[in-house]
């Protein structure tokens, strides 16, 4: 088995006494997708907050690429190609398509923006971003303000912006939430051939999109690691059925 590319050991966050997030081991192999799942309130989005270091845990150690980045901080794990996307879209509503594409190429960079650039190199990150917009199903709304974009089409926009950044490892929150059927179809066939190349960690409550997509399910419940395996270990296990569909169904 391959050396995991992101681990964690006794991961765990406190809020005033409260545990959200309670010593959890987990390990992503690389090249793989792996989701997080669970009902509201098992600690998903708390844990990638630890994770891409939105928070620092009370305890425990995080290791990417068996380095401790425990103690950096968010554009640190950025740079070193751990990215994430959030629960919400997050664009430029007043550029284009195309720009918020080009910012984030100029943000890979660092704090070199090419504002005075030269044109070689503009038409360089010009021909990357349409490269990109087109890989995402966006190649025809280059020129369209991205306020005016459908809402699943702001997230795919969103994974370009990400892609941007060249990243080793994409994190992705909920990336089918709020959703219609053919935007999570069109979602998920993205995700899947952005992933080749790279590792994916993902949370997401769309079973039947996870069962497709995922090499590997981690299942949390009360902030803790209730199972973990493939889909067809943890849809299962008895206690997934209890926590994860039972829950579900009082949501």
Wanted: proline share 4%; with cysteine.
């Amino acid at each position: 088995m391959p050396e995991a590319i992101i681990e964690t050991t006794g991961l765990t966050k406190s809020f005033k006494g409260f545990r959200a997030v309670n010593d959890i081991s987990l390990q992503v192999l690389p090249g793989t997708i792996h989701a997080m799942i669970g009902p509201n309130g098992a600690g998903k989005t708390t844990c990638f907050n630890l994770l891409t270091k939105f928070l620092r845990p009370t305890s425990g150690r995080i290791l990417f690429k068996g380095r401790d980045i425990t103690a950096l901080k968010p554009d640190q794990i950025a740079r070193q190609g751990l990215v994430r996307s959030f629960q919400i879209s997050a664009v430029f509503g007043q550029l284009s398509v195309l720009d918020n594409v080009m910012l984030a190429l100029q943000r890979q960079r660092g704090e070199s923006f090419d504002f005075w650039g030269s044109l070689r190199r503009l038409d360089t990150q010009k021909a990357r971003a349409e490269e990109l917009l087109h890989d995402v199903g966006l190649g025809a709304e280059l020129d369209t303000p991205a306020a005016q974009l459908p809402y699943g089409r702001k997230r795919a926009l969103e994974l370009a912006t990400t892609l941007a950044l060249d990243p080793e490892v994409m994190l992705l929150d909920e990336p089918l939430a709020g959703m219609g059927t053919e935007d999570v179809s069109r979602t998920a066939d993205l995700i899947r051939r952005v992933a080749k190349g790279r590792t994916v960690l993902m949370v997401e409550h769309n079973l039947g999109v996870v069962a497709e997509l995922c090499d590997r399910i981690t299942v949390l419940a009360r902030g803790e690691v209730l199972v973990e395996g493939d889909y067809a270990t943890v849809s299962k296990d008895p206690r997934v059925i209890e926590s994860y569909i039972g829950g579900a169904a009082h949501e």
